[in-house]
């Protein structure tokens, strides 16, 4: 069975700092691998995915993610976070031959300070 | 605009009686899904869809019933069998082309008095 690890509950980061969320996953097959994000009481939004070929990933909002087979992780990072950051964040994973469901971490609740 | 809506975004209920939330979707989507949330435990899907007609249960079904008779819409009733129901509730759906991107709805909190 799969299952996805962010050790992480929160993090606190001041304003322009670089922040990384640990991501962790099991899987006895390949998978994908995506980030979403939410903001308070409202629903996810997909940050950015990793499907195949380069195993670095980048969103339109300056985060990015590297997919580490060996270590089975998929961190996500942001060389200098905003205060429009401060959300929740999600790490998911589906099976390759079978995208029909998504298995989500617990979040990891990223706080930015001024 | 496309996307999915989730209404109400708030409601409340006293205990032993049965809520329908509602989840509708524009975007011509086959599958569609509902979660729970709760503090700390992420997102639990309880049923989901791929076609209509037919559906199927999550990891956390009980107390909770669906149906899919249209395409775009997939309403959730929480009844009264359902031990805990104060929860935030979230909608997905998907595309069928292979590794198609999950997109969700804003969401429904809803609080058992």
């Known amino acids: 069975a799969q299952s996805v690890t962010q050790l992480d509950s929160q993090v606190p980061v001041f304003e322009e700092a670089p922040v990384e969320l640990r991501c962790n996953y099991s899987?006895?097959?390949?998978?994908?691998l995506f980030w979403y994000v939410q903001y308070p009481n409202q629903g996810l939004q997909l940050l950015l995915k990793?499907?195949?070929?380069?195993?670095l990933v980048e969103s339109i909002n300056g985060f990015e993610a590297e997919f580490n087979k060996s270590q089975t992780s998929f961190h996500l990072r942001k060389p200098s976070v905003h205060i429009s950051d401060t959300a929740e964040y999600f790490c998911?994973?589906?099976?390759?031959?079978?995208?029909?469901?998504?298995?989500f971490g617990t979040g990891t609740r990223l706080q930015v300070f001024p | 605009d496309g996307g999915i809506t989730q209404s109400p975004k708030y409601l409340f209920r006293k205990e032993g009686q049965n809520v329908t939330l509602s989840c509708e979707q524009n975007?011509?989507?086959?599958?569609m899904y509902w979660y729970r949330q709760d503090p700390g435990q992420g997102l639990r899907l309880i049923y989901y869809?791929?076609?209509?007609?037919?559906?199927q249960k999550g990891d956390i079904a009980e107390g909770y019933s669906v149906s899919r008779e249209k395409k775009e819409s997939f309403p959730l009733t929480v009844t009264s069998a359902q031990k805990n129901p104060t929860a935030f509730y979230l909608c997905?759906?998907?595309?069928?082309?292979?590794?198609?991107?999950?997109?969700f709805g804003p969401g429904t909190r809803l609080t058992v008095l």
């Open positions: 997905a759906s998907r595309g069928i082309a292979f590794a198609d991107t999950q997109y």
């Open positions: 899987s006895s097959v390949s998978v994908y």
């Open positions: 990793y499907l195949s070929g380069s195993t």
């Open positions: 998911a994973v589906s099976e390759r031959d079978n995208t029909d469901k998504l298995i």
């Open positions: 975007l011509n989507h086959d599958a």
């Open positions: 869809s791929q076609i209509v007609n037919d559906f």
